[in-house]
T-cell receptor, first 113, second 112 residues
Framework: GAVVSQHPSRVICKSGTSVKIECRSL??????MFWYRQFPKQSLMLMAT?????????EQGVEKDKFLINHASLTLSTLTVTSAHPEDSSFYIC?????????FGPGTRLTVT | QKEVEQDPGPLSVPEGAIVSLNCTYS??????FMWYRQYSRKGPELLMY????GNKEDGRFTAQVDKSSKYISLFIRDSQPSDSATYLC????????????FGTGTRLTIIP
């Protein structure tokens, strides 16, 4: 299957700082990328959908000014958590979709202290 | 009411047993139904997908969809310790570059 990478796999940051998470599709061009967050023992909750070259579409309740998403190319999308707070600590997972199925990245564990 | 309901478990069964995992949903417009497996601290990987009602078999795995009851199932035959993971059902209106609505996930442990 196709490979989607995320970087970093784990990050710890201080409250008030910003952190950027990268999602790359390594062997196919992803017209659409999705960003999810997952709390312990809970489901994946969609945060936003991004299409290459256009603004991301955010789900209800997700602050677009806090979670900045950029989909600069067909192989790269970034999620920046701005002014992070401890409640932003979570597992962030991206998925990349080409013509057919979505492929998920391995996730990024964010801990805000 | 959540759009997709899934018993979070945990579910423990002995090796070799048949495992049955289920989800119910409320939106009748869902057309594609997927099962993902997620190992601890990893991203989900697609096991199987089914379009509309019916059965689909792939090796030891069988997926069933009953749209009239809004009920989907995943059966694992001859379960192995390596099947121990969290299994998530997911649904969408289209296949591919379409957002997915996930169930909570069922944590499964196969006991050797």
């Amino acid at each position: 299957g196709a490979v989607v990478s995320q970087h970093p796999s784990r990050v710890i940051c201080k409250s008030g700082t910003s952190v950027k998470i990268e999602c790359r599709s390594l062997d196919f061009q992803a017209t659409t990328m999705f960003w999810y967050r997952q709390f312990p023992k809970q489901s994946l909750m969609l945060m936003a959908t991004s299409n290459e070259g256009s603004k991301a579409t955010y789900e209800q309740g997700v602050e677009k000014d806090k979670f900045l998403i950029n989909h600069a190319s067909l192989t790269l999308s970034t999620l920046t958590v701005t002014s992070a707070h401890p409640e932003d600590s979570s597992f962030y997972i991206c998925s990349a979709a080409g013509s057919y199925e979505q492929y998920f990245g391995p996730g990024t564990r964010l801990t805000v202290t | 009411q959540k759009e997709v309901e899934q018993d979070p478990g945990p579910l423990s069964v002995p090796e070799g047993a048949i495992v049955s995992l289920n989800c119910t949903y409320s939106n009748s417009a869902f057309q594609y139904f997927m099962w993902y497996r997620q190992y601890s601290r990893k991203g989900p990987e697609l096991l199987m997908y089914t379009y509309s009602s019916g059965n689909k078999e792939d090796g030891r795995f069988t997926a069933q969809v009953d749209k009239s009851s809004k009920y989907i199932s995943l059966f694992i035959r001859d379960s192995q310790p390596s099947d121990s993971a969290t299994y998530l059902c997911a649904m969408s209106f289209k296949f591919g570059n379409e957002k997915l609505t996930f169930g909570t996930g069922t944590r499964l442990t196969i006991i050797p």
